[in-house]
Nanobody, 128 residues
Framework: QVQLVESGGGLVQAGGSLRLSCAAS????????MGWFRQAPGKEREFVAA????????YYADSVKGRFTISRDNAKNTVYLQMNSLKPEDTAVYYC?????????????????????WGQGNQVTVSS
């Protein structure tokens, strides 16, 4: 079992920055691909970013490319999502997820079904 706990969310003005953290316990994250998803009220959960188990490959939704950066520190069993130039449309509950993804190709990293463990979610609100 892997337990994931997100932190770092909050309220920020448009153009500002936040860094989300996802700390794991129970097992080492070094064998897992990690993803960030988000869900806004009335909308489906959507892919934001992902990083391979080795950290060698990263994947981003077009809507956040160039503004968000995903990274991992396996020694600290933690994954991060640095969010810059935030926009009101980035407002959502953000979830981190862990999955054993060993396939190549972006698709497998972008679908929620590839991830077996999820955090509880962390609210990010961007005011205009």
């Amino acid at each position: 079992q892997v337990q994931l706990v997100e932190s770092g969310g909050g309220l920020v003005q448009a153009g500002g920055s936040l860094r989300l953290s996802c700390a794991a316990s129970g097992r080492t994250l070094s064998n897992y691909a990690m993803g960030w998803f988000r869900q806004a009220p009335g909308k489906e959960r959507e892919f934001v970013a992902a990083i391979s188990w080795s950290g060698g490959n990263t994947y981003y939704a077009d809507s956040v490319k160039g503004r968000f950066t995903i990274s991992r520190d396996n020694a600290k069993n933690t994954v991060y999502l640095q969010m810059n130039s935030l926009k009101p449309e980035d407002t959502a509950v953000y979830y981190c997820a862990a999955g054993r993804i060993y396939y190549s190709g972006t698709y497998y990293y972008t679908i929620p079904g590839s991830y077996g463990y999820w955090g509880q979610g962390n609210q990010v609100t961007v005011s205009s």
